[in-house]
Each structure stands twice: as C-alpha cells, then as structure tokens.
C-alpha cells in the first residue's frame, strides 16, 4: 500500500524499509548483513520516520523488526572506528558525545510517539536493540532470541540506554543485567519485564501481531494518543495536578465524537466506526 502523505516526502536511505498496511505502518531494520546494527544513517533514518508521522492520525501503530530474522545487534562497531578518526583530527572527544546523545534522542522520540509502537524480537536483541526493545508499548519475542547488554564487556557503557533499561525492568534487575553483561533468552526476557508475549515458533510470531494489531484497530484512534501521553506523565508530575488534567480530559473525551461514538456502539450491540478498517 502506498505510504501516508506525511512519510512520501522524507529522504531516508536503505537503512531501514517501511511498509503500509492501512493504519499500520511496518519499519525494517534493514542491514541484515550486520544483524541490522544501528549505525548513524539508520537512527536519522529512523528520527525522519517518527519526527513526520507524530501528527499522523492516519497511523495508528508502528510496528518494528529486523530484516534477516534478527532484530538488532547493537550498535555498529565501524561507526566507532569512522569516529576515533574524527575525534583524533579535531582532537576532542566531541565526536563520541555527538553520536551517543543522537542515539538517545532517537529512544525519547520513539517512545514518546503518539501512535502505539509494536516491537517483534527475533535473533539479536542487544545493547542498542535492547534499549529500542524498552521503549517499545508492546514487545513480542521469540523464544529462542538473544537479549543483553554487553557494553562492559566491551569496555564501554549501556550511556543511552540505561535510563529506559531501569524504567522498563526497574533498577534491580538493570544493575544485574548490566553489570553482568549476561546474555538470556526470551523466557527471561518475559519473567524480567523487557517483553510481553513469547510465541515459539514463527506461526505463533505472526499470529501474536496480528491479535496485537485487531486489539490496536479495536481502541479509539484519539483516545489511545490522549491515554498514551496520560500514562507517562504518571512518572513525573504531581498526583494531584495530574488527576485534575486527567479529569478535563476525560470530559472532553467522553463529550467529544469517539467518546459519542463508542457509547452508541455499545449500546446498539455494533463495533465503533474506527473499528471498521479489516
């Protein structure tokens, strides 16, 4: 399907892949020959995509997975090299805080994105991938993909991804997992809070999204984005202020036409017009 106006007119390379299937706009890896590592054309890639869909209504998911039957391998080692070069000529280490905190943009925008982002694990799920994996709303895994953080076994530091890693799993288990630089399966993944749902096969994978995706179609298009942005002010504002704003916008929503539709719907025994896309 052809991609929404908002997506035709930005200039990505082949880094990543997008595909659109009404409502659901699909985004690929695509670096298969590196286990897609994130190098620095595919994180502008991926900050073009979600800088022009934010005010998309037309979209309603993102749904995110690797090309090559992984997801992602961390980030990509000649990136660094390419780095060292460029720190040495300029004779700073300007060049490294650069491309790290560009990296963390890219996890604050991906996670504070109005749509509900999908991610599906498979293969390699670490460093850079895990910390994309953590600000995913939804995380579908394998069982058999391969998750951790080897930053201090490499003699560097999980910088940008820390913080969703600890608001994700809490910091127990990020101190454990970091430290350690442990590697697990998707079992552990799943009873430590990074993933949501484990299918064992690629039947059960597909299968998983797809029920994923109907219950996503099922929720109101702007009731989901008002419920989303809800959901993390929780983290950071004070109860009191957050539930008099959260009471005004439960006014508006249910006096406004979702709120009128989904009340009619119900009660004549219908699914709401939103719900409508197959």
């Known amino acids: 399907m052809k991609l929404s106006a908002s997506l035709q007119a930005i200039d990505i390379d082949d880094s990543i892949q997008l595909e659109q ?21 595919m994180v502008n890639a991926i900050q073009q995509v979600f800088t022009a869909i934010r005010d998309d209504l037309s979209i309603r998911a993102v749904i995110i997975r690797g090309e090559g039957g992984t997801f992602c391998a961390g980030g990509d080692i000649k990136d660094m090299a390419a780095l060292r070069v460029e720190a040495t000529n300029v004779g700073s280490l300007q060049p490294y805080t650069d491309f790290n905190r560009r990296f963390g943009a890219m996890l604050e925008q991906v996670e504070a994105a109005p749509q509900t982002v999908v991610v599906i694990l498979e293969g390699a799920v670490l460093g850079g991938g895990f910390g994309l994996a ?30 969703f890693v600890v608001k994700r799993i809490g910091l127990t288990q990020a101190r454990r997992l970091a430290l350690l630089g442990m590697r697990f399966e998707g079992h552990t993944a799943l009873s430590v809070g990074v993933v949501h749902q484990i299918a064992h096969n690629e039947i059960e994978l597909e299968q998983a999204l797809h029920e994923t995706i109907q219950h996503i179609k099922r929720a109101a298009p702007q009731a989901s984005r008002v419920t989303k942005a809800l959901l993390h002010r929780t983290l950071n ?34 699914l709401p017009n939103w719900a409508d896309e197959s």
């Open 134 to 163: 953590c600000v995913s709303d939804v995380a579908i895994s394998r069982d058999n993909a391969q998750f951790g953080l080897p930053e201090t076994g490499l003699g560097v530091i999980p910088a940008q991804i820390a913080p």
């Open 237 to 270: 504002e004070p109860l009191n202020e957050l539930l008099d704003d959260a009471a005004q916008q439960f006014a508006q929503a249910v006096g406004g036409a979702e709120g009128q539709e989904g009340t009619m719907a119900f009660i004549q025994k219908r």
């Open 21 to 41: 299937d009404g409502s659901i706009l699909y985004l690929w890896l695509n670096r298969p020959e590196s286990r897609n590592a994130m190098n620095l054309n």
